[in-house]
């Protein structure tokens, strides 16, 4: 018995598995080995919470959906047309309802829209065909909401070449509230400082509680992609559950909160996320994710204010997040927030790739380059390893033919045939394992590396060289997986043909069968694995010829 392309075989195997897994978590699905998401509590028992508006978010945020408020009992709000205000800064374009002060609208002017360059990537959006806002207002009482016009006070709208840029709102006195809401943008940053300042106007003291909620439909932009998949939902953070992510479809007309002293909420999508940060505050947080009607999905966080006496106010601070996962940006802006670019369980070893990665493309000025020198580094970095693994290989290469004699001579003997092939190991010094380690060491870091590639915003648009314009994109012209495949074939020749006529004719089906998914994957990604295939075949041909081993073996 093939003792060696045996394990091989398992590695292969459970690398497969491992991929598989990844993804199941990257979709917010159970994982093989019950890795499920910790499901977010619901709360039946907010009936006897010490705090009767506090117990009563649940129910009041369940219509908390465009054109539908979540009015306390025996409150009305006339509904007046909603005026929208237009505000230009160096890196967003969006638009302000007068409803709420809820930003309706926020393109990227330095991204473009997937599959057409000649529009910018919109992420907030409501209209007949797409809902994506974001929200915020009281509860606790009938306080001003998402659904209460707001007057926009006299100032700028267009940030020009000034730093940054402050645009307010402000409500009616409702309930004896007054809600002042400012956005302050600020120039090179797609995190938007917002400031809520409740003036307490009436003639008896209150405890309001601010929510902020992010409200979508089921659209996934990432659709249509083929062989690869990313997440797309929701994802909550605090200090003693960590990052979590949750599938749209998971979600309930019954709310799931989930109480904590911290944390935060996104909405994410391949590339790009949104997400409410409330800034450091006294007083508890409560999340929740609740289905809405209309095919509608609210993702928030309800913050307990203090309590505030007749004339006094209060002011909560918290960040708005639009835009791009870049690294730069993620940093710094909330406890855990760069894990919204999720690298899954390779995250300790992705971080310090891509981070190589970029060093690279601040020398080099190209992506795609990048791509092809950190591959390098890496095939250099492993060579030793490498080397062991080849050598392996070229000695059962060497003793290839006499295998097949062997397994001729004791075809009707198993027993017979396994102990001479051990005395020919022992004869030959080879170990039919001695290959084995090399790659389970190196399957972690190539694994990383392909979910930096996947993951990274920097290669949208980013072009490489000719025909590749957008290293995110699928090759146009298929020339980067037809290459690959030729690679991939010339590696099978290079390695030694298994005895066993049915794993041989295996090992030549594989390659075929796998560059079908390389030709809808991210010509970065293709570029990836073609750079290692073609540094794969010099480093074996030269082993080969090294120890004096037939270059080519012979398809069977």
Same mark, same amino acid.
């Given at each position: ?5 045996s ?6 195997t459970?690398?497969v598995?491992?991929?598989y ?8 699905k159970?994982?093989?080995?019950g ?5 977010v509590?619901?709360a ?10 506090a117990?009563? !978010? ?7 959906s ?5 009015l306390?009992p ?5 509904q007046?047309p909603?005026t ?6 160096d890196?967003l374009d969006?638009?302000i309802?007068s409803?709420?002060a809820?930003v ?6 330095h991204?473009t829209?997937q599959g ?7 992420l ?8 994506y806002?974001?929200?915020s207002?009281l509860i606790?009482g009938?306080f ?9 006070l006299?100032g ?6 000034a730093?940054e840029?402050t645009?307010r709102?402000?409500?009616p006195?409702v309930?004896?509230?007054?809600l002042t809401?400012?956005?302050?943008f ?9 400031r809520d300042? !409740?003036h307490n106007?009436?003639t008896?003291?209150?405890q309001p ?6 409200v979508r439909d089921?659209h996934?932009p ?6 690869y ?13 960590k990052?979590?992510?949750f599938e749209?479809?998971d979600f309930?007309?019954?709310?799931k909160t989930r ?6 909420v996104?909405?994410?999508?391949q ?19 609740r ?5 509608l999905?609210a993702?928030?966080?309800? !913050? ?13 601070h918290?960040v708005l997040?639009i835009g791009?996962?870049?690294?730069s940006q993620l940093?710094g802006?909330a406890p855990?927030?760069?894990l919204v670019?999720?690298y899954g369980w ?13 060093q690279i ?5 190209n992506?795609g380059?990048s ?7 890496l095939?250099?970095?492993?060579f ?10 070229a000695r059962?290469?060497a003793v ?6 062997l397994r001729?001579?004791?075809k009707?003997?198993?027993q017979?045939?396994n102990?001479?092939m051990?005395?020919?190991?022992r004869?030959e ?5 001695g290959?084995?380690?090399p ?9 990383a590396?392909y979910?930096?590639?996947l993951?990274?915003v ?5 072009p490489?060289?000719?025909?590749i314009?957008d290293?995110?994109?699928?090759d146009?012209?298929y020339v980067?997986?037809l290459?690959?495949?030729?690679t991939?074939?010339l ?8 005895p066993d006529p049915m ?6 089906i594989?390659?075929l069968?796998f560059s079908?998914m390389?030709?809808?994957?991210p010509?970065g990604? !293709?570029?990836?694995?073609l ?7 010099a480093?074996q041909?030269?082993?080969n010829?090294?120890?004096g081993?037939?270059?080519f073996?012979?398809?069977?």
């Amino acid at each position: 018995m093939d003792y060696r392309r045996s394990i091989l075989w398992v590695i292969f195997t459970v690398s497969v598995i491992f991929l598989y897994n990844s993804w199941l978590r990257s979709e917010g699905k159970s994982g093989l080995f019950g890795e499920a998401a910790r499901p977010v509590a619901s709360a039946p028992g907010h009936a006897a919470a010490p705090n009767a508006a506090a117990s009563a !978010v649940p129910s009041a945020l369940a219509a908390a959906s465009p054109g539908t408020p979540p009015l306390a009992p025996g409150h009305a709000q006339a509904q007046q047309p909603a005026t929208v205000t237009v505000v230009h800064t160096d890196l967003l374009d969006l638009k302000i309802s007068s409803r709420g002060a809820s930003v309706v609208y926020a393109a990227l002017r330095h991204y473009t829209a997937q599959g057409d360059s000649s529009k910018p990537m919109v992420l907030f959006e409501d209209n007949g065909h797409r809902t994506y806002v974001a929200q915020s207002g009281l509860i606790g009482g009938s306080f001003p909401n998402h659904e209460t016009p707001m007057s926009l006070l006299p100032g700028p709208l267009d940030m020009g070449d000034a730093k940054e840029l402050t645009v307010r709102f402000r409500s009616p006195v409702v309930g004896g509230l007054q809600l002042t809401r400012s956005y302050t943008f600020h120039r090179g940053s797609y995190a938007v400082d917002v400031r809520d300042t !409740v003036h307490n106007l009436g003639t008896t003291a209150v405890q309001p509680q601010l929510y902020m909620q992010l409200v979508r439909d089921d659209h996934n932009p990432s659709e249509g992609t083929h062989f690869y998949h990313t997440f797309y939902g929701a994802a909550l953070y605090d200090a003693s559950s960590k990052f979590e992510k949750f599938e749209f479809k998971d979600f309930h007309t019954q709310a799931k909160t989930r109480h904590a002293d911290d944390g935060w909420v996104a909405v994410l999508q391949q590339y790009f996320a949104t997400a409410w940060l409330p800034q450091p505050y006294q007083g508890a947080r409560e999340f929740y994710m609740r289905k809405l009607s209309d095919g509608l999905y609210a993702t928030g966080v309800l !913050v307990h204010l203090p309590r505030l006496a007749p004339g006094a106010q209060e002011q909560a601070h918290q960040v708005l997040f639009i835009g791009p996962e870049l690294q730069s940006q993620l940093q710094g802006l909330a406890p855990g927030f760069d894990l919204v670019r999720d690298y899954g369980w390779v995250t300790i070893i992705a971080k310090p790739l891509f981070w190589v990665l970029e060093q690279i493309e601040r020398v080099l000025g190209n992506w795609g380059w990048s791509i092809i020198g950190l591959t390098i580094l890496l095939k250099l970095a492993f060579f030793p390893l490498t080397a062991a693994s080849y050598r392996s290989m070229a000695r059962m290469k060497a003793v290839g033919p006499r295998l097949t004699a062997l397994r001729e001579r004791h075809k009707d003997d198993p027993q017979a045939m396994n102990a001479a092939m051990v005395e020919m190991y022992r004869k030959e010094k080879i170990n039919p394992l001695g290959g084995c380690l090399p790659v389970v060491i190196q399957i972690p870091v190539f694994i990383a590396l392909y979910w930096v590639l996947l993951s990274s915003v920097e290669l949208r648009g980013a072009p490489w060289l000719g025909w590749i314009h957008d290293l995110s994109a699928k090759d146009p012209y298929y020339v980067l997986p037809l290459v690959m495949t030729a690679t991939s074939f010339l590696q099978v020749k290079l390695n030694p043909t298994p005895p066993d006529p049915m794993q041989a004719r295996l090992m030549w089906i594989m390659p075929l069968a796998f560059s079908v998914m390389f030709f809808f994957f991210p010509s970065g990604l !293709v570029l990836y694995w073609l750079t290692n295939n073609i540094f794969s075949i010099a480093q074996q041909w030269f082993i080969n010829r090294k120890m004096g081993v037939p270059e080519f073996s012979s398809a069977k």
